[in-house]
């Protein structure tokens, strides 16, 4: 087999064949979207530990947790439309969103201010997205970091905390498939020796005047 020499390759020298044809496994992208969703959420004020309320508060909210996925159970319903003139089946798939977010209400009475109370509240919301996801693909669903915000809207009848959540999602079809590429094996690199401190003998310091004394040095 017709071999070359490895560009930049240490001592000794290593010969690799030719790129040849390897089939491979990768999982491979139907369709990919970037998803922003928003979401207004009703908390009602929990009434066993914040009633009754201060004469002046500011509520406060952060979100804790929040997930995404394709609905378990849901039937992907094909979807024809057009795009740039041509049909094109796509599937509808059904996304459920689930988290958490944490309302703290503030007394402002007094100075400086403290927290009055702190309850938690859970919500689930589902979307439609039309996706190229054809039987056999798996649809996965990440929160891109960072990105969920949530906003204190207004506060109705001093019982209930109305909010406003964005999400961010990436949403991705995949599925395995088996490719044919023009590669090279690859090989493994040269060992790199870790470095070594050497062994060093310290003898004590010695005492020549007196020991071994005279007749050092030796007379002639």
């Not at 589902?126 to 204190?152: H, Q, R, W, Y």
Request: negative net charge; proline residues 11%; contains cysteine.
């Amino acid at each position: 087999m017709e071999s070359k020499l490895v560009q930049g390759q240490t001592t000794p020298p290593e010969y690799l064949p030719l790129p040849s044809l390897e089939c491979i496994e990768v999982p491979k992208v139907f369709d990919w979207v970037l998803l922003t969703t928003q979401i207004v959420d009703e908390a009602c004020i929990d009434p066993a530990i914040c009633l009754p309320l201060p004469a002046s508060f500011s509520v406060q909210a952060t979100v804790l947790t929040v997930d995404c996925g394709e609905k378990v159970g849901s039937i992907r319903e094909n979807v024809v439309v057009t795009i740039g003139g041509t049909p094109v089946t796509l599937q509808r798939v059904v996304i459920r969103k689930t988290g958490t977010y944490e309302v703290t209400i503030i007394d402002t009475t007094v100075v400086p201010n403290v927290v009055h109370c702190t309850f938690t509240k859970t919500f689930v919301r589902f979307e439609k997205v039309l996706l190229c996801a054809p039987p056999g693909t798996t649809v996965s669903c990440d929160i891109v970091p960072n990105t969920t915000t949530i906003e204190v809207l207004d506060i109705v009848d001093n019982s209930c905390v109305n909010v406003d959540i964005v999400i961010c999602q990436s949403i991705q079809v995949t599925a395995p498939v088996k490719l044919v590429v023009e590669a090279e094996l690859c090989q493994p690199r040269a060992v790199i020796p870790v470095p070594e401190s050497p062994c060093v003998v310290t003898f004590p310091q010695q005492c020549p005047t007196i020991f071994p004394g005279a007749p050092y040095p030796f007379p002639s």
